[in-house]
Nanobody, 122 residues
Framework: EVQLVESGGGLVQPGGSLRLSCAASGFAFDDYIMTWVRQAPGKGLEWVSAISWNADALYYAETMKGRFTISRDNAKNTLYLQMNSLKSEDTAVYYC???????????????WGQGTQVTVSS
């Protein structure tokens, strides 16, 4: 059974930092592209970032470039998202998701985590 379990969310002040983690199990983690997707209150899903199986290809949404860093530890079956310089508009539920497509172009998702809440507020 595929499981994706996010952690690390919470309340942070504007300008602060958080590091999200996603513990994966039930599949060959190092064979797949992994992604982060978020959903702000009252809004649709938004791509945040994606990383290839060996971390040689990365994707960031434009508004996250320079502030967020995606990484993975294949030995630990864990995906990370380091978020710096957080803004109120980054408030959202952040989901870890497994891709079934082989490239970062036209990513298709087949499994989702339960999400972790990130709230940026003073």
């Amino acid at each position: 059974e595929v499981q994706l379990v996010e952690s690390g969310g919470g309340l942070v002040q504007p300008g602060g930092s958080l590091r999200l983690s996603c513990a994966a199990s039930g599949f060959a983690f190092d064979d797949y592209i992994m992604t982060w997707v978020r959903q702000a209150p009252g809004k649709g899903l938004e791509w945040v970032s994606a990383i290839s199986w060996n971390a040689d290809a990365l994707y960031y949404a434009e508004t996250m470039k320079g502030r967020f860093t995606i990484s993975r530890d294949n030995a630990k079956n864990t995906l990370y998202l380091q978020m710096n310089s957080l803004k109120s508009e980054d408030t959202a539920v952040y989901y870890c998701a497994k891709a079934f497509t082989p490239t970062l172009l036209g990513i298709g998702i087949d499994y989702w985590g339960q999400g972790t809440q990130v709230t940026v507020s003073s």
